[in-house]
């Protein structure tokens, strides 16, 4: 049997268990570290995973863990065993109880005299906490240790009890706990495939259809767990249930399709003959089946006839704009998708623009012209009576009176009137371009062509809820946020759409509301959604030229403390301590061009913007040229290409085109560095963590260092 309690104290003691706590900001590093353990030892992780999961219980109950002890959580309760509280005894057998010969303490959860759960931090040291031998009989995952435990009649104090009860199964926490069982499965999953990989030779045409199913198995449930984790650190309060149901659904299947192909990529040989192999695909058939299966799917299919699949999507920021700029086809189209989103805006210290396209006149198709003014002067008072209702009546209104259902034809008069008033905006709002409304598509597209570069966009779905099905492919929910509105946002939107007493009630000629009930309640929900629209064309260089021409060193790489420690750690993270040649496109100002000279032979740093090759020259010493990306590698053949906050600029193509050249520079062997900010910048199409994942998917290279920061990401990856 592995020696575990040697192993995870060693880890204990050097600090690998020290992860951050979930929701801290840190989460994705947490949930990768808990996977990395599982692609290495399956039944070491699964006691680890439990000390952890301990620690930040304790953490969340404002309690510190005992310096130096090995925790557990025990919690089972199936067959009708579990443990119960009877006034100051704890008794009763705990199934299940991982590590029960090896750590040092255990929160077990009970049921009191009152049938309430409550959480009780155990001294295993008490002789009265006994382990049953002979009731861990598994074969797959038996290096867990994981017996039933007896409690007979342990004495508790009240210091032991941590928390109210309740609070082990109320507290925000306990999803995210199961966020990092997903992620030891995962990681048990990858560590089955990284076993058939070393060993295989000559791969058939059927294994490599098995392996790249695998592939996309293991690739889309990683990319789910870093966007879980994104959203738990956007919103460490919020209920994610349904996000965690999610991630646990898509692990246990991983884990099964690795079950199930693997055998067919190996056959039986290994099975037979490998007893190390064969304890790894045990122990995850084992482990894996910690998933409730159906039960856990029934749930999350109830959630999403509930509509509340959507908490999955992470947390609009509305932090940090200055001038924010809405522009909407007809009056009330931006109450009805972003008023709650414009309030809070406006609370934080915004200016806030609105832009109406038209004057909504056309509503009723069938009146004649003098009743369509009057419904468009009501329509106008309306409006301000709504932004008053909503809190922002200092709102800078522009009427363009452009034809209501017409403006399709006015695109391009619209794009232009746009521009100018879009031009210092740090902030551009604006309808889904995909909204089945042709008025709805036409103001998009021309606030995306007349926005400036410096803008974040943002679209807000409008019809798109009661013409179109959520599940609709057309729908881009990977670039979709959520933005939770407060009882006092949700009433004051709520009196702003009443507002719209125009179109609420029949028409002049009877015709049905505009919106009638079962439209309006899409828009009176307690959150509002926003889609991301980036960029399609790379960042233009005038963008760059202007910032060094303003500033020698715009991003401060030389003094900021962020740069000065993104470079102390990418320089760690070089594998090697030596390169021969080395490549560094978008070199910038050249701080870390001057850094990677030190540990290189030759370096080839290029940048596109004149001034920043001149700052370049000076401070790293490295005869720094003006070439572009893809077209300024050379083709010398480098042991070394670094890219560095550049890729998330690049359009589609472009960043195609450079992967592509940078496959053919970088000799077998050699070493690509990747590191990216990770928030989205607006002059991006894509942010790092999107830029880092078309890199990986690339073939032919395998990731041989990563590292997540709070603020930016680093990978490093080695050509096959």
């Keep these: 049997m592995l020696d575990y309690p040697e192993t995870l104290r060693a880890k204990l003691a050097e600090g690998a268990l020290d992860l951050p706590l979930p929701g801290s900001g840190a989460t994705r590093r947490r949930w990768s570290e808990l996977a990395r353990l599982g692609r290495t030892d ?13 620690v930040a219980i304790l953490a969340e109950a404002d309690r510190k863990s005992v310096p130096g002890a090995l925790y557990g959580v025990w919690a089972a309760r199936s067959g009708g065993t579990g443990a119960v509280l009877r006034g100051d005894r704890l008794t009763g057998t705990v199934r299940f109880c991982s590590g029960a010969h090896g750590i040092d303490r255990a929160l077990v959860v009970a049921l009191d005299e009152q049938r309430r759960s409550v959480l009780v931090e155990v001294d295993l040291r008490e002789d009265r906490v006994r382990p049953v031998e002979g009731t861990w009989q598994a074969l797959g995952m038996a290096d867990s240790d994981s017996p039933d435990v007896v409690l007979d009649e ?13 609070f082990y199964l109320e507290r925000p926490g306990f999803w995210l706990g199961g966020g990092g069982v997903a992620a030891v499965w995962l990681g048990g999953a990858a560590g089955v495939v990284d076993s058939v990989l070393a060993g295989l030779r000559a791969p058939d045409e059927h294994q490599l259809a098995h392996l790249g199913a695998l592939h996309t198995a293991l690739r889309s449930t990683q990319a789910l767990l870093d966007q879980a984790a994104e959203i738990v650190d956007d919103d460490p309060r919020g209920d994610h249930r349904v996000l965690v149901w999610t991630c646990r659904a898509a692990a246990e299947r991983a884990a099964w399709e690795v079950l199930d192909r693997v055998p067919r990529i190996t056959g039986p040989t ?14 995850l058939q084992v482990y894996v089946r910690q998933h409730h299966a159906e039960r856990d799917l029934a749930a999350l299919g109830g959630a999403v006839v509930r509509g509340e699949d959507r908490r999955v999507l992470p947390v609009f920021d509305p932090t940090g704009y200055r001038r924010v700029t809405a522009v909407a086809a007809h009056p009330d189209d931006e109450t009805l998708g972003a008023g709650g989103v414009l309030r809070q805006l406006h609370e934080l210290g915004a200016s806030i623009r609105l832009v109406v396209a038209s004057d909504g006149e056309a509503a009723f198709p069938e009146l004649e012209a003098e009743d369509r003014a009057e419904l468009g002067r009501r329509r106008r008072r309306e409006l301000a009576e709504a932004l008053a209702e909503l809190g922002v009546h200092d709102a800078e209104v522009h009427w363009l009176g452009l034809p209501d259902s017409g403006l399709a034809h ?24 995909g909204d089945p409304h042709p008025d709805h598509r036409a103001v998009a597209g021309a606030a995306l062509a007349a926005a400036p570069v410096t803008a974040h966009r943002w679209s807000y779905p409008i019809w798109m809820w009661h013409w179109m099905s959520t599940t609709d492919p057309a729908i881009p929910w990977q670039r979709a946020h959520r933005v939770p509105l407060t009882d006092p946002v949700r009433q004051g939107k709520s009196a702003a759409l009443r507002a719209f007493d125009s179109q609420l009630v029949r028409g002049p000629n009877g015709e049905p509301p505009i919106l009638p009930p079962e439209v309006l309640a899409h828009f009176e929900r307690d959150e509002e959604v926003l889609f991301r629209e980036p960029r399609r064309e790379s960042a233009p260089l005038a963008r760059f030229s202007a910032l060094y021409a303003a500033d020698p060193d715009p991003w401060r790489t030389a003094t900021s403390p962020y740069e000065q420690r993104k470079r102390a750690l990418v320089l760690a993270a070089l594998p090697r301590q030596h390169y021969e040649f080395a490549v560094e496109p978008a070199c910038g100002a050249g701080a870390l061009t001057r850094e990677l000279a030190a540990r290189c032979t030759r370096v080839d740093a290029f940048d596109p913007v004149a001034e920043a090759v001149a700052a370049a020259r000076r401070h790293s010493g490295v005869a720094v040229r003006q070439a572009t990306l893809p077209e300024g590698f050379g083709p010398e053949r480098a042991d070394l290409v670094v890219l560095s906050e550049i890729l998330y600029y690049l359009s589609d193509d472009e960043l195609d085109r450079t992967l592509d050249a940078v496959t053919e520079v970088l000799e077998p062997g050699g070493d690509l560095l990747l590191v990216h900010w990770r928030p989205w910048a607006p002059e991006a199409v894509r942010d790092g963590a999107a830029a880092h994942e078309r890199v990986a998917a690339r073939p032919g290279l395998v990731k041989v260092v990563s590292h997540v920061d709070d603020q930016f990401l680093l990978d490093v990856l080695r050509r096959r």
């Design 270 to 283: 290994p099975l037979c003959r490998d007893a190390g192999f064969a304890q790894r695909l045990a122990d």
């Design 410 to 433: 006015h695109e391009a008069e619209l794009t232009e009137r746009l521009r100018e008033l879009l031009a210092d905006a740090d902030c551009c709002l604006l309808p889904w371009p």
């Design 42 to 54: 399956l039944p070491l992780a699964r006691v680890a995973e439990g000390h952890c999961d301990a």
């Design 154 to 166: 342990v004495p508790v104090h009240a210091d032991q009890i941590v928390g109210e009860p309740g």
